[in-house]
């Protein structure tokens, strides 16, 4: 089966600009979760899909970030003013179940901004 | 509240040398335990995990970890480094409560010298 994919793979903003990233979870996978790494800390959780449903989204930082699931297939993830502490790695996860077992995760999409 | 340290940021040992990362956890609930793995430019890999049953767990690529309640560790080793080991290996924490988020330890970057 396809992994998860996410795009664009590095993107290089300048700050308030406005940044979308995606994700296309495997096939079938009703659960999915977006995290993120800033340099050199941990990665961190920042919320959960089920279906089209924000299940968990406590750990999205402010206001400026915005996640979408419509239909229950792909998602986005948008941020806008994009700020320089926002600079990191984004990851992207599915799960068929409630990720008890573990995720698949995506390669990340590098986020710049300068 | 649940929590992971990952004991030393950077690892470096010899080619056919042992392979220890230290991991303890923090958890008040019975912890379902990860470790995963990221090789240079490509996404996070699960290389094991423990959730019930045996404490000793076999994982990809020759690794294995033992879940040790008593000590709240669930150091990864392997008996014998390869030079394609060389990445960086996160441990991370979820129980069944909270299975939507995991919480992962800073990171350890293994490089193995030849």
């Known amino acids: 089966e396809a992994g998860v994919t996410q795009f664009p793979s590095h993107s290089v903003i300048e700050k308030g600009q406005t940044v979308t990233l995606r994700c296309d979870p495997i096939?079938?996978?009703?659960?999915l979760y977006w995290y993120r790494r800033v340099m050199g800390k941990e990665i961190k959780f920042l919320l959960h899909f089920v279906k089209e449903s924000k299940q968990d989204e406590s750990g999205m930082p402010n206001n400026r970030f915005l996640a979408e699931r419509t239909g229950g297939t792909y998602s986005t993830l948008k941020v806008q003013p994009a700020e320089l502490e926002d600079s990191g790695v984004y990851f992207c996860?599915?799960?068929?179940?409630?990720?008890?077992?573990?995720?698949?995760f995506g390669s990340g999409t590098r986020l710049t901004v300068v | 509240a649940q929590s992971v340290t990952q004991l030393g940021s950077h690892v470096s040992v010899s080619e056919g040398a042992l392979v220890l990362l230290r991991c303890n956890y923090s958890s008040s609930v019975p912890p379902y335990l990860f470790w995963y793995v990221q090789y240079p430019n490509q996404g996070l890999q699960l290389l094991l995990k423990?959730?019930?049953?045996?404490?000793l767990v076999k994982g990809i690529n020759g690794f294995e970890a033992e879940f040790k309640k008593s000590e709240t560790s669930f150091h990864l080793t392997k008996p014998s480094a390869h030079m394609s080991d060389a990445a960086e290996y996160f441990c991370?924490?979820?129980?069944?409560?909270?299975?939507?988020?995991?919480?992962f330890g800073s990171g350890t970057r293994l490089s193995i010298r030849p």
């Open positions: 096939s079938g996978h009703d659960n």
């Open positions: 423990y959730t019930t049953g045996a404490t």
């Open positions: 996860a599915s799960s068929r179940g409630m990720g008890l077992h573990g995720y698949t």
């Open positions: 991370a924490v979820s129980s069944y409560s909270s299975a939507s988020k995991i919480i």
